[in-house]
């Protein structure tokens, strides 16, 4: 069935530090892909997606590229702050339908 | 923009009470979904609908009931709760097509003791 799988947390990184998020997908047909972040107390905001092969999507300094050939949408940012301290998930989103599937969630600290 | 709205923020319910999780969107969307989120498993879909009218069971469906009587309405219900149902529930809504992002709600967070 569809599915996501993403990296186990928490993360811990110090400020300034390289940041990589794993996520692989399974899924019939072509899906979006899509990264939500969600801070303490809130819900999921859309953090970047991308809806076809090669595509990548970027916001806030955070970028991730949709691999087919891997099924992979690995998030990744050159220099993470305290701010990006958050929940992050992947999911994706089936043409044929409009249902999110979602990755269990990687919890991220970052220390100043 | 209020976009998604889910209230209350915080309830505590006994076992074997009932009430109604209220989601309401103001963004026109045809699709509404709610998702139960829990610690290690991800958000995890409950129920869905497609448009007023129609609704469709999720991946856990079991213990709620869901009606879509108009776009923009969407409550879950909870018939008899049970300490299994504590959890944060949200309720999300976006447009036909799956290249468009999902909008959720800043969550419920249901207690049963």
């Known amino acids: 069935g569809d599915s996501v799988t993403q990296m186990e947390g928490p993360v811990t990184l110090s400020e300034e530090a390289f940041l990589t998020i794993n996520c692989t997908y399974t899924?019939?047909?072509?899906?979006?892909l899509f990264w939500y972040v969600q801070y303490p107390g809130e819900g999921l905001q859309l953090l970047l997606k991308a809806t076809k092969a090669d595509d990548k999507g970027s916001n806030k300094g955070f970028e991730a590229t949709y691999r087919k050939e891997t099924t992979s949408f690995h998030l990744e940012k050159g220099s993470v702050q305290v701010s990006d301290s958050a929940v992050y998930f992947c999911a994706l989103s089936l043409r044929t339908g409009n249902q999110f599937y979602f990755g269990t969630g990687t919890s991220l600290t970052v220390i100043p | 923009n209020a976009g998604v709205t889910q209230t209350p923020k915080f309830q505590v319910l006994k076992t074997g009470q009932s009430m109604t999780l209220q989601c309401a969107q103001d963004m026109n969307h045809e699709y509404m979904s709610w998702y139960r989120q829990d610690p290690g498993m991800g958000l995890r879909l409950i129920h869905y609908s497609v448009g007023a009218g129609i609704t469709d069971q999720g991946e856990v469906p079991n213990g709620y009931n869901v009606s879509r009587s108009t776009t923009e309405d969407f409550p879950l219900r909870l018939l008899s709760a049970a300490p299994s149902q504590t959890s944060v529930y949200f309720c999300?809504?976006?447009?036909?097509?799956?290249?468009?992002?999902?909008?959720f709600g800043q969550g419920t967070r249901l207690t049963v003791v």
């Open positions: 899924a019939t047909g072509y899906p979006s």
């Open positions: 999300a809504s976006s447009t036909r097509g799956a290249v468009t992002e999902a909008f």
